[in-house]
């Protein structure tokens, strides 16, 4: 049975956000900026995926780095609100 024809989509992907470094040279990420950061972490405080986030891989990983040192200088919490 061929299933390309079905028409059919997937209902639980997500829709992939635009890339907010796309067009700007970035060249560091700062992780003092915790409003910012705050985009890429879900209400539990979990780092979103890049393919939800949109990101390159190169600006993905200096985002991860950025929360990691933003939760160790008290910026970020490791947790979310409600599961404290």
Same mark, same amino acid.
């Given at each position: 049975?061929?299933?390309?024809? =079905? ?12 890339? !907010? ?6 060249? $560091?990420?700062? $992780? ?8 890429? =972490? ?6 979103? !995926?890049?393919?939800? =986030? ?7 990983? =200096? ?22």
């Amino acid at each position: 049975m061929n299933r390309r024809g =079905t028409g059919r989509r997937r209902n639980n992907v997500a829709k992939r956000r635009p890339d !907010p470094f796309r067009g700007k040279d970035v060249i $560091y990420i700062d $992780y003092k900026e915790s409003k910012f950061l705050e985009r890429f =972490t879900n209400d539990q405080g979990k780092i979103l !995926p890049r393919r939800l =986030t949109g990101l390159s891989a190169k600006n993905q990983r =200096t985002v991860v780095e950025a929360i990691k040192r933003a939760r160790f200088m008290a910026f970020l919490p490791f947790v979310g609100e409600g599961l404290k």
